[in-house]
C-alpha cells in the first residue's frame, strides 16, 4: 500500500524492524535560530538573565531530550547515544543552537538531533521570557547526517 517505512502493508502504523540491519557508525546534525531583542541577547550573552545560566541550562535540557526521544515520538527507537553536544553561536539579533548525536547502530539519529535542538531553543525561550516574549524560534533542520544504508547527506547551502 505504502512506501513510508511506519506504516504496514495495510496502512497501520507500526516501528520499523531493524533487527537485521547491520550496526554502523551514525552522526547526524541539526540546527536552529532564536530571533529575539537586543536587551535579551545582551542579558544572555552576559550570563545575567533573570533565570540564570540560559546556555548552559538549554544545553543540559538539549542533551536530556534527546536521550528522551524514543519517549517523545511515537514509533522512534530508544537509542544508546554514544554523545550528544549542543553548542551556540551568537548573530546580531539570534543565537543559532546546534545539536550532534552519534551512535554506533542500527537506526539513525537525525530525530536526536532534532530534538535536542528543538528543546535547547525552546529552553532558551523560557529562560529569557521575561525579558522577550516576542522571541521567534524558526529553521530548524537536519544539517547533516552519516552513516546507514543512505550513506551521508548534507542540506544544501
Not at 512506501?3 to 520499523?16: E, I, N, P, Y
Not at 536552529?32 to 550570563?47: D, K, Q, V
Amino acid at each position: 500500500m505504502s512506501k513510508l517505512t511506519h506504516l504496514s502493508d495495510d496502512g497501520a502504523a507500526r516501528m520499523v524492524d531493524v533487527g537485521a540491519k547491520a550496526e554502523t557508525p551514525r552522526r547526524a546534525v541539526a540546527a536552529g535560530r532564536i530571533t529575539m531583542s537586543a536587551e535579551a541577547l545582551a542579558a544572555i550573552r552576559a550570563g545575567d538573565a533573570p533565570k540564570g545560566d540560559v546556555l548552559g541550562t538549554a544545553r543540559i535540557a538539549g542533551i536530556m531530550a534527546a536521550k528522551r526521544t524514543g519517549d517523545l515520538i511515537p514509533l522512534c527507537h530508544p537509542l544508546g547515544l554514544e554523545a550528544v553536544s549542543v553548542d551556540f553561536a551568537f548573530a546580531d539579533t539570534s543565537i543559532t543552537v546546534t545539536a550532534t548525536a552519534s551512535l554506533t547502530g542500527k537506526t539513525g539519529v537525525e530525530m536526536e538531533a532534532m530534538v535536542a535542538a528543538s528543546v535547547a531553543l525552546l529552553t532558551i525561550y523560557d529562560m529569557a521570557k521575561a525579558i522577550d516574549k516576542g522571541m521567534v524560534i524558526d529553521n530548524v533542520r537536519l544539517i547533516e547526517k552519516v552513516g546507514g544504508k543512505s550513506g551521508h547527506w548534507k542540506a544544501p547551502a
